[in-house]
């Protein structure tokens, strides 16, 4: 049996790999693997920091994709010698004043509603861990099962390991999908920039991103995938030469009601946290300063560190901020749409790309219903 998946981010890649895993022979389309969102994402795995205000539906999500995740990278490093970037060393939440406190005490409960719930800490226990933390700040909380991941070298080793295992990776576009007998009919094949792939009998997974909406002919008229580019800016720093690392485990933060994140990676740091939708696809000035000054209030041995890389991912956002993940046709899976979250869900996306819709995921899944914008559901 084959499987078409087109995409090649952190949920296409896991979703081919998962194809593999149950022996089907699989083509990989697009023509950058391991760009796009994936390449800027921050690759946190955090199902509880993550849970926000009036987005109730999709905690279950990140729940399952966290309880996903173990087995998932312990098959992925049977398959590949290069490392995969996971990381369990948890997250601290802190506060950089008064009225930070308060929000992160307030979040802290409404998350211990859904998820679980954060180990307050006092900001002396925080430093502890992190001696790295400005004495300044004015609450913290520990999660210890929120973990990271690095996104390119998960991308890599997702890459290496469909290679090791036979898939075809066709560096091209997919621009549309030919179906039997028009929308909701089996897809017959994928029609790209340089040709066409047979898909008669092939599961086919449309997993691109921002591009899914303009892959058209598995729907009548205007496509309805409502997704829109959310940027995203990062800055990657590095610790002087044979000075260790600033800080060991994530570390999120508020600054005057500012979200920051640090992700340690070895010697390197990763700081983001903005999010805009003014189509500017390079950072701007203002945004790298008011990272640099809220990480620097969470963190001061910043100011030494030495600038590697500045950057901007876009990022596919929807409506309502939830994915578009399931079957739309007997062959048919839709797996786009995942905003902040595309890391943290891509094993439950890859498990639901292999058919395996029943019981609990497809009740964390069925409000990412993908045509719940065009008038079902």
């Known amino acids: 049996m084959r499987a078409i998946v087109i995409g090649a981010g952190a949920v296409g890649l896991a979703c081919a790999f998962e194809l593999t895993e149950r022996g089907l022979d699989v083509e990989v389309v697009d023509p950058d693997p391991a760009g796009g969102a994936t390449h800027f994402a921050g690759g946190m795995l955090a199902p509880v920091a993550e849970v926000q205000y009036r987005q109730e539906p999709l905690y279950p999500m990140m ?12 098959r992925l490093s049977g398959a590949t010698d290069l490392p995969t970037g996971y990381d369990t060393a948890g997250t601290l939440v802190v506060a950089a004043d008064r009225a930070d406190a308060r929000h992160l005490a307030e979040l802290a409960e409404h998350q211990g509603r859904f998820a679980r719930a954060p180990k307050r800490l006092t900001v002396r226990e925080a430093r502890r861990l992190e001696p790295g933390l400005s004495p300044g700040l004015a609450g913290a909380v520990s999660i210890e099962g929120d973990h990271q991941v690095f996104p390119r070298a998960l991308a890599e080793a997702l890459l290496d390991a469909l290679k090791n295992r036979g898939a075809r990776l066709v560096r091209e576009s997919a621009t549309r999908l030919r179906t039997a007998a028009g929308p909701g009919s089996p897809v017959t094949a994928v029609e790209t920039t340089a040709g066409e792939i047979d898909a008669d009998g092939a599961v086919v997974v449309l997993a691109n991103g921002l591009g899914a909406h303009q892959v058209g002919g598995w729907f009548e008229g205007p496509s309805p995938l409502k997704l829109r580019p959310v940027f995203g800016d990062i800055l990657i720093a590095e610790s002087p030469a044979g000075e260790p ?69 876009a990022r596919p956002g929807t409506p309502d901020d939830l994915p578009y993940l399931g079957k739309v046709a007997e062959n048919l899976v839709i797996s786009t749409g995942y905003f902040r979250h595309g890391i943290l869900l891509a094993p439950l996306a890859a498990a639901l790309a292999t058919g395996e819709t029943g019981g609990r995921l497809a009740e964390v899944a069925a409000p990412a219903d993908p045509l719940r914008h065009a008038g079902r559901g």
Do not use: M, Q, W
């Open 63 to 74: 729940l399952e994709a966290a309880e996903l995740y173990p087995s998932f990278i312990e």
């Open 245 to 313: 690392p600033l800080v060991k485990r994530v570390i999120r933060g508020f600054v005057n009601d500012r979200p920051i994140y640090l992700i340690p990676r070895g010697r390197r740091l990763a700081i983001g946290a903005t999010s805009r939708e003014d189509e500017r696809d390079r950072p701007p000035l203002g945004a790298i300063y008011g990272l640099l000054r809220d990480a620097v209030r969470v963190c001061p041995g910043i100011e030494e560190l030495g600038l590697v890389e500045a950057g901007t991912g």
